[in-house]
């Protein structure tokens, strides 16, 4: 008796329990992007709001499971990159692209600062060709503003692969504070709001 009363709670639970929860929640967007040393990337995009989670890796690349040693040397092709999971009920891509604009300085080719080298390359993976349209019409939009001397160099490309990066890299200045770091919030960002 015990064991039919049991299985009876156990479908009844299982049918008003909303199927959501297993579901994968239908808000969630992700967008891959590199815009120089991922360390401080990560961690400013990881505080802005609608932000899920954050991964840093390797993408767009020609070899298979990279690493920071083979990607340093420049020969594989990989930018060092941040997977973003953002919920598109709370921001939007094109928040997080100009916000991703005004980190670093998109006019750069294959470098940042010191970080030269096309795994610095300033770059957008786009998952769809939503993704893609939204990434290239903000760009022409911030051209037109005027903003930099100079066109914008971001490359805009299909996502083929991502590999995260090791372990010690992910939050790298979380657990650093005050490591190296070439990013930060330029006042021509304030131009974006423009838009």
């Not at 932000?51 to 420049?74: I, L, N």
């Amino acid at each position: 008796m015990k064991n039919k009363i049991f299985f009876l709670n156990l479908i009844i639970f299982f049918f008003l329990m909303p199927l959501s929860i297993f579901a994968k929640n239908s808000n969630q967007e992700t967008i891959i992007i590199a815009g120089g040393c991922f360390w401080g990337v990560e961690e400013l995009m990881s505080n802005f709001e609608g932000v899920v989670s954050t991964e840093v890796g390797y993408t767009g690349g020609d070899t298979d499971q990279p690493t920071y040693e083979t990607v340093s040397t420049g020969l594989t092709n990989h930018a060092e990159s941040v997977k973003i999971i953002f919920d598109s009920k709370k921001t939007t891509l094109e928040k997080i692209l100009k916000f991703f604009f005004a980190i670093h300085d998109p006019t750069q080719i294959n470098r940042q600062q010191n970080d030269i080298g096309t795994q610095y390359r300033s770059a957008i993976f786009y998952q769809n060709n939503e993704q893609k349209i939204i990434a290239l019409d903000l760009i022409n939009k911030i051209n037109n503003l005027k903003v930099f001397d100079q066109k914008i160099a971001t490359e805009v490309i299909e996502f083929k692969n991502f590999y995260p990066a090791e372990k010690y890299h992910q939050n790298y200045l979380q657990k650093n504070p005050g490591g190296y770091n070439c990013h930060y919030y330029r006042d021509y960002g304030k131009k974006f709001h423009e838009l």
